[in-house]
């Protein structure tokens, strides 16, 4: 059984900057792809990005592509999310979640395993 805890969400104004960071319970870390997702209000939930169980490669979707960026910290079972230029869309609440590896993972699909969430909220 996988448990996922997000933390690290606020409010923070447009242009600022955000780290959210999730760690994973309960099974080999190093074995995982991670992924964030995020949902706003009325919307469905998207892709944000992605990094491989290697930690080599990386994943983002276009929205987000050049603002943020994903990275893994294997020995503390740790992935965050570096948010920089953050921008009034950007507000949702943002989910971890894990892919097994082998699985996919650069995209939606592959993630068997979420968060809770933790709220993202940029003013303009």
């Known amino acids: 059984q996988v448990q996922l805890e997000e933390s690290g969400g606020g409010l923070v104004q447009a242009g600022g900057s955000l780290r959210l960071s999730c760690t994973l319970f309960g099974r080999a870390f190093g074995t995982y792809n991670m992924g964030w997702f995020r949902q706003a209000p009325g919307k469905e939930r998207e892709f944000v990005c992605a990094i491989r169980w290697t930690g080599g490669n990386t994943y983002y979707a276009d929205a987000v592509k050049g603002r943020f960026t994903i990275s893994r910290d294997n020995a503390k079972n740790m992935v965050y999310l570096q948010m920089n230029s953050l921008k009034p869309e950007d507000t949702a609440v943002y989910y971890c979640?894990?892919?097994?590896?082998?699985?996919?993972?650069?995209?939606?699909?592959?993630?068997?395993?979420w968060g809770q969430g933790t709220q993202v909220t940029v003013s303009s």
């Open positions: 979640a894990s892919s097994p590896m082998g699985y996919k993972w650069s995209g939606p699909d592959g993630y068997t395993s």
